[in-house]
């Protein structure tokens, strides 16, 4: 391999990606502006869900319980109404995704330290947020549960240790304050490095067949693998550039913690790199057009990426058959790893095996890609 030719034909690249706006905004806007959606509207938390209150009795009791609802952050009470029918209507209007009802004898039941029970409907047409509703619910209740025993077994002269002869003490390791944030922008820059890696990759060679440019590159005296290599090396940098600013914009404007090594973290985007532009590659080669080059490449490098690699969808809960094909998709071992390193704070030699699925699979693509263009019309 001749250097030099090499690296006229990476400073030919770069100079088109310059000129070209369209890949000027690939490279420098595209990742930014999606990793703040992403950042900002890929949430899974709920807060201040709308709170609809229908309180039989009125009590001071069932008014305590319902401050319980007001103080947390989780919970908004936005109306009490006076009949069963509002709560229902203003579930089907969408005005609230929580219903309380409190029925009537709710004091006196407490008061005998019988069981009671208070009616809680939840609007299920997104299961998440539904789940999360039910979930800081039942929190709620609970927490107001154990004082009201608490107090009962004061009143009759009973020890307080009876209340509770056995707890859990919970201790979060990794995403101690349960954000989702946290879980979903390392899972993020992966996509965008998807995303930029395919789209860019993916116009090169499609672009010289487009412009009339094929001959002129076919006639020099460059082999193919110089003109692979060449063409690649520019959007690796672009693409390390890219992740660096990602990782800032995650920790520095997300707050998402970052423990692991920033070597760990550039190898194996380096490693991911090199499939996603080398993927992209023989996309261009096999199409002719750039408009089809790019659409052949979103649909190979996005869509599995964004379904099968956890990082929107827990592997571990998929159905077996799905569970297996996510071992021969590449970006899951970038996303394992991306986390990892965000959050567990895990070195290189934490992630051999991530690494290793990564190397092998950029040794297949680079064997693949090199053959997959000829100097010949």
Same mark, same amino acid.
């Given at each position: 391999?001749?250097?030099?030719?090499?690296?006229?034909?990476?400073? =030919?690249?770069?100079?088109?990606?310059?000129?070209?706006?369209?890949?000027?905004?690939?490279?420098?806007?595209?990742?930014?502006?999606?990793?703040?959606?992403?950042?900002?509207?890929?949430?899974?938390?709920?807060?201040?869900?709308?709170?609809?209150?229908?309180?039989?009795?009125?009590?001071?009791?069932?008014?305590?319980?319902?401050?319980?609802?007001?103080?947390?952050?989780?919970?908004?009470?936005?109306?009490?109404?006076?009949?069963?029918?509002?709560?229902?209507?203003?579930?089907? !209007?969408?005005?609230?995704?929580?219903?309380?009802?409190?029925?009537?004898?709710?004091?006196?039941?407490?008061?005998?330290?019988?069981?009671?029970?208070?009616?809680?409907?939840?609007?299920?047409?997104?299961?998440?947020?539904?789940?999360?509703?039910?979930?800081?619910?039942?929190?709620?209740?609970?927490?107001?549960?154990?004082?009201?025993?608490?107090?009962?077994?004061?009143?009759?002269?009973?020890?307080?240790?009876?209340?509770?002869?056995? /707890?859990?003490?919970?201790?979060?390791?990794?995403?101690?304050?349960?954000e989702s944030k946290n879980f979903i922008i390392p899972g993020a820059i992966a996509?965008?490095?998807?995303?930029?890696?395919?789209?860019?990759?993916?116009?090169?060679? !499609?672009?010289?067949?487009?412009?009339?440019?094929?001959?002129?590159?076919?006639?020099?005296?460059?082999?193919?693998?110089?003109?692979?290599?060449? =063409?690649?090396?520019?959007?690796?940098?672009?693409?390390?550039?890219?992740?660096?600013?990602?990782?800032?914009?995650?920790?520095?404007?997300?707050?998402?913690?970052?423990?692991g090594s920033v070597t760990a973290l550039f190898v194996t985007t380096v490693m991911?790199?090199?499939?996603?532009?080398?993927?992209?590659?023989?996309?261009?080669? !096999?199409? =002719?057009?750039?408009?089809?080059?790019?659409?052949? /490449?979103?649909?190979?490098?996005?869509?599995?990426?964004?379904?099968?690699?956890?990082?929107?969808?827990?592997?571990?809960?998929?159905?077996?058959?799905?569970?297996?094909?996510?071992?021969?998709?590449?970006?899951?071992?970038?996303?394992? !790893?991306?986390? /990892?390193?965000?959050?567990?704070?895990?070195?290189?030699?934490?992630?051999?095996?991530?690494?290793?699925?990564?190397?092998?699979?950029?040794?297949?693509?680079?064997?693949?890609?090199?053959?997959?263009?000829?100097?010949?019309?």
């Open positions: 391999m001749n250097w030099r030719r090499t690296a006229a034909i990476g400073r =030919k690249e770069f100079i088109q990606v310059r000129r070209d706006s369209r890949s000027l905004l690939i490279a420098v806007l595209l990742p930014l502006i999606q990793i703040l959606m992403l950042g900002y509207g890929a949430r899974l938390d709920a807060d201040h869900i709308p709170v609809y209150v229908f309180d039989q009795e009125g009590s001071q009791d069932s008014q305590a319980l319902l401050k319980r609802f007001q103080a947390s952050r989780y919970f908004d009470v936005i109306q009490v109404v006076d009949n069963y029918p509002a709560i229902t209507r203003a579930i089907d !209007a969408d005005r609230c995704k929580l219903g309380l009802v409190i029925p009537w004898d709710f004091s006196e039941r407490l008061n005998d330290a019988h069981r009671t029970a208070v009616q809680a409907l939840i609007d299920g047409t997104d299961d998440n947020s539904a789940q999360l509703a039910e979930g800081y619910a039942q929190a709620v209740v609970e927490g107001y549960s154990n004082d009201v025993q608490l107090k009962w077994f004061a009143i009759h002269g009973m020890s307080q240790q009876a209340v509770a002869p056995l /707890a859990v003490d919970y201790r979060t390791w990794f995403n101690e304050e349960l996509l965008v490095m998807a995303l930029m890696g395919a789209l860019l990759s993916s116009l090169t060679i !499609a672009r010289e067949w487009e412009r009339g440019t094929m001959e002129q590159l076919i006639a020099t005296p460059a082999t193919a693998m110089e003109i692979m290599t060449g =063409k690649l090396v520019p959007y690796l940098v672009i693409g390390l550039f890219d992740a660096a600013l990602c990782t800032v914009f995650a920790v520095g404007w997300f707050n998402t913690p970052f423990r991911f790199l090199i499939v996603i532009l080398g993927i992209g590659y023989m996309i261009s080669v !096999a199409t =002719k057009s750039q408009l089809g080059a790019s659409q052949y /490449a979103l649909l190979v490098t996005l869509l599995p990426t964004s379904l099968l690699s956890g990082f929107a969808f827990p592997i571990d809960q998929m159905p077996g058959p799905i569970r297996a094909i996510t071992y021969v998709v590449y970006s899951r071992y970038y996303v394992t !790893a991306l986390k /990892a390193i965000f959050l567990a704070g895990a070195g290189t030699r934490d992630l051999i095996p991530e690494i290793s699925a990564m190397a092998v699979y950029a040794v297949v693509i680079g064997f693949f890609a090199t053959r997959a263009f000829r100097k010949s019309l």
